[in-house]
Structures are given as C-alpha cells and as structure tokens.
C-alpha cells in the first residue's frame, strides 16, 4: 500500500508540473494572462527601482537648496577715461594728443549680472563682493519669478564677500554646512545662474564634481582687491554669472561662495574656486551683533623692498616690505613701528613681497594679536599689534 501511495503521489506531482509547464496560461477577468501579470508586475518593479535611484543625493540636495538660489541683477557706476577728441585709432597719435591735452574722464553706468544665494527667511543674501561693487541699483531675482531691490547691509572686500537685505515674504533659505569638515573627494553642486537672463529662465542651473583640494591660496594680479587664501577647489563647472552662488554638499548645505575659475578661454576647465562658508557665517555674525561688518585697522603704509632699497638701508638680501607711512594713534603707532622699518615676518610666516603680507594678516579679526617682526637699522626687533576697527571715514 505505502508503494502505491508513493506512485499516487508521484503521478499528481508530475501532471501539476506539465499543466504548468504546457497548458495555456489562465485568463484573468480582464483577459490578460497571468504570466502578462508577472511580467507587468516585474517590469513595474524596475521602474520602481530605477526611479529610487534617479533620486539621488544630487538630486535631493540640488532640491533643497536650488530655490534659495538668486539671480543679483547690477548696475554700477564705471570711471571711463577716453580722449578729449574721440581717439582715430592709431596709438601714437592718440598718446601725442594725450600728451597735451590729457584725458576725459565720465561715469559710465554699466550693467552686471551675478547670482547669489538667501541664507535666512528674513530675506539676507549673501553674494560676492565683487559681484556688488560700486552698486548704484541692485535687483535680485527668485527663482518664482519675484523681484525685489537688494540693499547693502554690508560688505568684506578682502573675503569678497557682501551681504543684501531684500523685502520679500516667505522666502526659502538654504541651510549653511561648515567649511572645515569638508573631504577631498566628496560630492561638490554648483547652484547659479550663469549667464544669468541671457537665458530668460529665473531658475538656477545645476553642475556637478567633487572637492579637488582645500586650502588653496591663489597668487593675485597687483591691484586686485580680495585676498584668496584658503580657497576651495573644485571641478564642478563654474561659468561668467555663477559668481555668488552657492557651493552645495550632498547633505543639502551650503559649504562655500563660488567666486572664480582659472581659464584661458573663460570656460570651465574644472578649476574652479569658491570662499568656504565658515567666512559667511563669520560676516553674519558681525551684522548680528554689531548691525555692520566691521573693517580691520593696522594703519600703516608699505612697499616692498627692491635690490635698490636694501642696499640704501643696508640689508643684506631682498627680503620683506618697508613701511613708507604710520597713521597717528594706529594700532602699529601704538606698538612703535615707525617709517623705514622692514617687516620679514608677521604671526611668523615670513614675507616676501606686498601679497604674502596682506595674506599673513588675512582672517584677523578685531582685538587680535599680531606679531610683527622687523628689521630696524639692522637689528631684529618684534612688537605686537592689536587689531582695531578702522575709524569711520
């Protein structure tokens, strides 16, 4: 009996596996079969999981901060210098003219565009200094369309850095991350608005690479006004109007200003910079207390020092920058330096020309220390200056 159980069994196994395996498949009630079901539910599984992924950490971030990006609309007033006949084109003709009658200076109004980023829901925007400078109009454009006219509250030239104020309501604000942090390797968002309206779109554009490096200090062209010390490097593509947007991580925060890109053809060759946030929220803090960012105020005057000048005063080498002027009751009044001294170290970091000392006191805030070691008829001498704020012009 147990043996033709077995068989039984057996048998009933074989006949579920061949009506399986070879009868047509069951209709359902619509009339599709059940295997179109299978496939219709498999292929739906998919798209589900190709649609979780598509919503990356990018994308995620770039959602969160992409309407707190703005558009900063400028007109600012330019010196122009032209000559008083017009000019023909050829040059010595030009400088023989020149030479007599000098030159025509005029303001010229000249119209720039930026972008920016809101940092708060009281309307405060934070752009670059650069982006704002000499301002007789300021506009800022959100990415619903909305305008409002943007005010000064203040501005650090040497960070590059300004701060607006706009009067508009319910405004997005993107979270500040911290700039000391970062990884080199991580995810880096660009978020701006390059070419800003050329494009009649108020929404911002989106580009993204990595952090490439930390702590890059760039050497400058003489009379460039803002030091850039520290910079994040970073190869995710900054183009002309993504000046003063923001520089986002993964998580969603904003970790710097992008300010510039090294460029022979003024593309994007992955060399971008941009001011870490930690300097952001350092002006932040000065509005908040103080309702201003206050300047820094040494008070002396220098050059530096050529073959010349060293043999003049005796140096052995040319090393350092001369003061040529003291303020009358300035922090480096107060400490002794006097006009002739050369100054070869500041905080000890050796000096070498004009840049590396303006770099030296660069992130000095007021009430600080400084050390200046010079050079006096010769002889080592080391004094502290006390940084103050400068007098109200």
């Known amino acids: 009996m147990k043996i033709i159980a ?17 009868l047509p498949d069951l209709k359902s009630d619509d009339g599709s079969s059940r295997s179109q079901a299978r496939e219709a539910s498999g292929a739906a599984a998919v798209n589900d999981d190709i649609s979780s992924n598509r919503r990356s950490a990018i994308v995620v971030a770039a959602q969160e901060v992409g309407p707190a990006v703005v558009s900063v609309s400028v007109t600012q007033a330019r010196v122009v210098r032209a000559s008083p006949y017009g000019g023909f084109g050829d040059q010595l003709f030009d400088q ?51 305008e409002a006219s943007g005010t000064l509250v203040g501005s650090e030239p040497d960070y590059d850095l300004a701060l607006l104020k706009i009067d508009a309501k319910d405004v997005p604000a993107a979270k500040l991350g911290d700039s000391d942090d970062l990884i080199i390797g991580e995810w880096a968002i660009a978020i701006g608005n390059p070419f800003g309206f050329l494009l009649e779109d108020p929404h911002p554009s989106v580009t993204v690479g990595v952090i490439s490096a930390l702590n890059r200090s760039i050497k400058t062209d003489e009379g460039t006004v803002g030091v850039y010390k520290d910079m994040i490097q970073t190869d995710a593509a900054i183009n002309p109007g993504n000046s003063g947007g923001p520089l986002v991580n993964s998580l969603g925060e904003v970790i710097g200003i992008n300010t510039f890109i090294i460029s022979n053809s003024g593309g994007s060759l992955g060399l971008g910079f941009a001011i870490p946030v930690n300097r952001v929220k350092h002006i932040v803090d000065e509005v908040a207390k103080y309702g201003r960012i206050r300047q820094i105020w040494v008070g002396l005057m220098v050059q530096e020092v050529n073959a010349m000048i060293a043999h003049s005063i005796g140096l052995d080498d040319v090393r350092g920058v001369i003061v040529t002027q003291i303020d009358p009751g300035s922090p480096a009044d ?6 002739y001294d050369v100054i070869v170290e500041v905080n000890k970091q050796p000096i070498k020309n004009i840049e590396s000392a303006k770099k030296a006191i660069f992130g000095a805030e007021i009430g600080d220390r400084l050390q200046f070691k010079m050079l006096r008829q010769g002889k080592e001498k080391t004094v502290a200056v006390v940084v103050e704020e400068a007098p109200a012009k």
Do not use: C, W
């Not at 107060?334 to 006009?339: L, R, Y």
């Open 6 to 22: 077995a068989v039984a069994i057996a048998a009933f196994i074989g006949l579920a596996v061949a009506l399986v395996i070879y």
């Open 334 to 339: 107060k400490a002794g330096i006097k006009p």
């Open 96 to 146: 023989f003219f020149r030479g007599f009658f000098g030159e025509r200076e005029y303001v010229q109004q000249v119209s720039s565009l930026g972008s920016g980023v809101i940092i708060s829901k009281d309307g405060l925007v934070v752009t670059n200094e650069h982006v704002v400078r000499d301002a007789t109009q300021i506009k800022v454009t959100l990415t619903d369309g909305r």
